[in-house]
């Protein structure tokens, strides 16, 4: 959905996404970090600025400071798992 609208002058656009048919990105590669009993990746690539949350469960022996290939949530771009750590 979009609207048009004018501000001094000039046109603007705004919309909303209404619904993802399909995710272009579902894995990326990042650096585990923690913090405090959370953990979470920042990614490399700079396209993708949020980090990403991991639920409680197999880092597949990754360690702080590791980087990591993440598979994201279908549901939520902010979660994911770990699937596989670079050595």
Do not use: C, N
């Not at 048919?21 to 993708?48: H, I, N, Q």
């Not at 022996?61 to 798992?81: I, N, Q």
Request: net charge positive.
């Amino acid at each position: 959905e979009t609207s048009k609208r004018r501000r001094r002058g000039r046109m603007l656009e705004s919309g909303r996404v209404v619904q993802v048919l399909e995710r272009r990105r579902t894995r990326l590669v990042g650096t585990l970090k923690s913090w405090r009993k959370r953990r979470y990746v920042v990614p490399d690539a700079m396209s993708f600025a949020a980090e990403i949350g991991l639920a409680d469960g197999d880092t597949h022996g990754a360690t702080e400071g590791d980087k990591v290939l993440v598979e994201l949530s279908p549901y939520d771009l902010k979660r994911g798992r770990i699937t596989y750590r670079y050595k």
